[in-house]
């Protein structure tokens, strides 16, 4: 097999995955260009071009309200799964393993491999640190996402009082308007239904050969098990 | 390992830059 090929085989969830990414966020941006035209239309005010639609912040506040969403789901699953689990589901540990769990579990500290990373082998804070890499991670990308909707949501929120000969709030009077946390809301509450349902369906649905899921013929009650 | 590497980069390249992106669009007020 050629580099080529072998690197798009080893890559293919995070390549297929990110190629949907952009396919869809062009998708987003004709049909938010063709949504805020309409409504430009309706207010007696010029249609704007594709370029200026996805250069404005009513586009970018509407694509971060919705990344911020999704990287809190991922944050709060990933620290909620740790020390909370359900009973039969493919997406939690057993019953009793709630917690951070033994260094040998963990292969941490005197139970670090040769192949470990460097900075579980390095021990201290580094291994402190990179033991919550992932969670650290997420969730600051959701504290950062949160804050770019935040002021791209206050710029698109004056640019609408403007038009309604409004007055302009600051971006702390923006924290506190009600769009700001209905955008907010109204994304966080379809990510923790999706989150629990995932969590509580895969106790008893199965799908064949994804990771996702228990193998088709393990117990109902079997918790944990993915194949 | 070295291409995952590289995707794994690009992830977080592409997170960062549109949150850049984003905040100043927000801050130029457009």
């Known amino acids: ?227 | 390992m070295r291409g995952v590497r590289r995707l794994y980069v690009a992830y977080l390249t592409v997170i960062l830059l549109g949150v850049a992106y984003v905040t100043v669009l927000g801050l130029m007020g457009r």
């Open chain 1, 1 to 227: 097999m050629t580099a080529a090929r072998s690197f798009v085989k080893d890559n293919a969830l995070g390549l297929a995955f990110g190629g949907m990414f952009l396919v869809t966020l062009v998708g987003q941006a004709i049909s938010g260009a063709a949504d805020y035209n309409a409504q430009q239309v309706t207010n007696g005010l010029e249609p704007v071009s594709i370029l200026d639609y996805v250069t404005s912040s009513s586009f970018g506040v509407d694509v971060m309200e919705n990344w911020q969403s999704e990287y809190l789901q991922f944050f709060l699953y990933i620290f909620a799964t740790v020390w909370l689990v359900q009973r039969g589901s493919a997406e939690s540990k057993e019953p009793g393993d709630e917690g951070m769990e033994s260094d040998e579990e963990q292969r941490v500290g005197e139970h670090a491999r040769a192949d470990s990373p460097a900075w579980v082998r390095a021990g201290g804070w580094r291994t402190t640190v990179f033991s919550r890499s992932l969670g650290l991670v997420m969730g600051g990308i959701f504290l950062l996402t949160w804050a770019a909707s935040s002021v791209a949501g206050w710029a698109a929120y004056n640019s609408e009082q403007l038009a309604e000969k409004q007055d302009t709030v600051s971006w702390a009077g923006y924290l506190g308007e009600a769009d700001f946390w209905n955008r907010s809301f109204q994304n966080w509450q379809s990510e923790m239904l999706a989150v629990g349902s995932m969590a509580v369906l895969s106790v008893y649905l199965r799908q064949r050969g994804s990771p996702e899921s228990k193998p088709v013929g393990v117990s109902h009650a079997e918790t944990g098990e993915t194949g």
